[in-house]
């Protein structure tokens, strides 16, 4: 059964399952190739061989083969550069957290439990395949405006601003609790730059990187990011991967180098606490201190769906508390002071408030 692939249509995308269990190979082709050209191998070792001359364009793994488990599978192809970047599902008979969290941490994108349902299995690799397809997309626009700037010779190495704006729009649409949220947190990112002394290019650098500082979220779940309800363990373990994500999908923009940084590193805390690496202090990256707090003064200062803005003394007085613990006290320090100046309360979702 090994590197052998079923041609449906010649255009299907393409997915190679791993399993030592040759029925259960028998099983997932069953399910998949109606829709899918699917290849099955036996091993990893197999697989490793089947893409030294192939591509696919996703891998569904079992985590408990002799020899070499998908855990070492994992291991390896994360850290090869032709094939990291395949969305990868892993297929598992355990209800083991330890081992889903430990996934997610090497960049699994989802997890689908033996015995295998088909309706879950092919709802699953849709939204997978359909992902892929939506960053691919982006990353085609982007390169295609950027092609377009350097045609008509105007600001090289710079992605334009109705772009950025754009694809934060398209960001802060899936949640419906965050209107605007991306753009207001780049322009709190950029007075907080300003206030510190940066250079105006490093200031509007950094509005850029705050505009798609939550790209990452394309890849969590509606129904999780629109949640009004407390997330289970599972659930906040998918949120906390949009970080990865993000910086996946900002790695190739190669316009700003710093862009994914803002994405991957704005939800790390001063204290080490935060995720995804547990950095701290000044380990975590200047822009993502800055960006972290103007993200967390947004997230107070907007409305949600269980309560209004914040009123202006609360707020003040969380980042307070909150000073060299989850942020760098000096952007924190600077923060407050943005806030002492805005008298009007002016710097907030243009809404109704509570108790202001």
Do not use: W
């Amino acid at each position: 059964m090994e590197n052998d692939a079923i041609n449906i249509q010649p255009e299907t995308e393409r997915i190679l399952a791993i399993d030592d269990s040759k029925i259960n190979l028998v099983l997932i082709k069953n399910i998949l190739s109606k829709k899918y050209n699917v290849t099955a191998v036996t091993s990893g070792k197999a697989a490793f061989r089947y893409l030294e001359n192939n591509t696919v364009d996703m891998i569904l793994l079992d985590l408990r083969m002799p020899e070499m488990d998908g855990f070492e599978f994992l291991d390896i192809i994360k850290k090869d550069e032709r094939l990291k970047e395949i969305p990868i599902i892993c297929l598992t008979a355990d209800d083991d957290r330890d081992s889903e969290l430990h996934c997610f941490e090497l960049g699994v994108q989802d997890f689908i439990t033996k015995p295998v349902v088909a309706e879950i299995m092919l709802m699953r690799i849709s939204r997978i395949l359909e992902l892929e397809r939506l960053q691919s997309g982006l990353r085609a626009e982007v390169d295609r405006q950027t092609k377009e700037l350097h045609r008509n010779n105007r600001k090289l190495h710079r992605l334009t601003t109705q772009v950025m704006i754009t694809l934060a729009g398209t960001i802060d649409a899936k949640d419906k609790y965050t209107n605007g949220h991306s753009e207001r947190v780049a322009e709190y990112s950029r007075m907080i730059a300003e206030r510190c002394g940066m250079t105006e290019q490093e200031q509007e650098d950094i509005y850029y990187i705050g505009l798609l500082h939550d790209i990452g979220k394309i890849g969590v779940p509606d129904e999780i990011i629109n949640k009004t309800s407390r997330l289970n363990d599972e659930e906040y373990a998918i949120i906390k991967t949009h970080p990865m994500i993000g910086a996946e999908i900002l790695e190739k923009m190669s316009e700003l180098p710093d862009i994914a940084v803002g994405a991957k590193y704005h939800h790390e805390r001063y204290d080490g606490r935060g995720y995804p690496e547990g950095l701290k202090g000044e380990e975590i990256p200047l822009i993502a201190r800055i960006i972290g707090v103007a993200d967390a003064y947004d997230a107070m200062t907007s409305n949600r769906s269980y309560r209004d803005v914040l009123p202006q003394s609360v707020v003040r007085e969380e980042i307070d508390k909150c000073i060299g613990t989850q942020f760098d006290p000096v952007f924190a320090k600077v923060m407050l002071e943005i806030i002492q100046n805005d008298t009007d309360y002016n710097l907030r979702e243009k809404k109704k408030i509570a108790g202001n």
